[in-house]
C-alpha cells in the first residue's frame, strides 16, 4: 500500500463548471502523476509534477491545469468541464528516479 | 519517441489454460519493463518488472523475459483460474529520456470455470 488516496471517488458535473481533483499521499515521494483512462486508449498522462511548484505537461494536457505546493497534495483541475473530459482519472505516485509507480483507486468523473 | 504496443483483447480462457499476452516496445535508451493488472473498479497494481536484457519478472504464477533483440516482454502463466480475470497493462520507462511511464492499450482477459 503505497498511501495513496484520491478525493471524491465519483463526480457528476455540468459542462462548463470547473472541478479539481485531489491526490493524496503520505510518503512523501517527489514524483506524482495524472492520468485519464478511457477505453481503446490505455492510460494517457495529463500532466506530472517532480517536486512542490515544478510541473510538466503530459500527452493530454488541453484543458487540465495542476498545482503542487505541497509534496503529499498534486491537484488536476479542469477549469471548465466539457463531455470530452467524461474520464476515469488515476494518480499515480513515484518513489524515484526509474522505480516502480504506484496507483491510486480511480475518481470516476461524468460530464453531462 | 518510446512506445508499447500490446495485444488486442478481450481474451477468453478456460481454467487452466494457458496465456500468453503479448507485448513489443519501442525505446531509444535500456528501458525498464513493467506488467501492470488492474481488477475491476480498482487501480492498477504491479504485477512484475524487468530492469535489464534477460531478466526475468515473475509474481503470481505469471512471468515475463525482458527479450532486448526482439524488443519484447511478453506476460505468460501456466494455468489461469478465474480470479486472474482482469486488465493486464505493460510499460516501459527510461530514466534517462524522463520521468514518464509508457503504457500500452490494455489486453482484458476473461477466464471462465
Known amino acids: 500500500d503505497a498511501g495513496i488516496t484520491q478525493s471524491p471517488r465519483h463526480k457528476v458535473t455540468e459542462t462548463g463548471t470547473p472541478v479539481t481533483l485531489r491526490c493524496h499521499q503520505t510518503?512523501?515521494?517527489?514524483?506524482m502523476y495524472w492520468y485519464r483512462q478511457d477505453p481503446g486508449h490505455g492510460l494517457r498522462l495529463i500532466h506530472y509534477?517532480?517536486?512542490?511548484?515544478?510541473?510538466d505537461k503530459g500527452e493530454v494536457s488541453d484543458g487540465y491545469s495542476v498545482s503542487r505546493s505541497k509534496t503529499e497534495d498534486f491537484l488536476l483541475t479542469l477549469e471548465s468541464a466539457t463531455s470530452s473530459q467524461t474520464s476515469v482519472y488515476f494518480c499515480?505516485?513515484?518513489?524515484?528516479?526509474?522505480?516502480?509507480?504506484?496507483f491510486g483507486p480511480g475518481t470516476r468523473l461524468l460530464v453531462l | 519517441g518510446d512506445s508499447v504496443t500490446q495485444m488486442e483483447g478481450p481474451v477468453t480462457l478456460s481454467e487452466e489454460a494457458f496465456l500468453t499476452i503479448n507485448c513489443t516496445y519501442t525505446?531509444?535508451?535500456?528501458?525498464?519493463l513493467f506488467w501492470y493488472v488492474q481488477y475491476p473498479g480498482e487501480g492498477l497494481q504491479l504485477l512484475l518488472k524487468a530492469t535489464k536484457a534477460d531478466d526475468k519478472g515473475s509474481n503470481k504464477g505469471f512471468e515475463a523475459t525482458y527479450r532486448k533483440e526482439t524488443t519484447s516482454f511478453h506476460l505468460e502463466k501456466g494455468s489461469v483460474q478465474v480470479s486472474d480475470s482482469a486488465v493486464y497493462f505493460c510499460?516501459?520507462?527510461?530514466?534517462?529520456?524522463?520521468?514518464?511511464?509508457?503504457f500500452g492499450t490494455g489486453t482484458s482477459l476473461t477466464v471462465i470455470p
Open positions: 509534477s517532480y517536486g512542490v511548484k515544478d510541473t
Open positions: 510518503e512523501n515521494h517527489r514524483y
Open positions: 499515480a505516485i513515484r518513489t524515484g528516479p526509474g522505480e516502480t509507480q504506484y
Open positions: 510499460a516501459l520507462s527510461d530514466v534517462r529520456t524522463g520521468n514518464q511511464f509508457y
Open positions: 525505446a531509444t535508451g535500456y528501458p525498464s
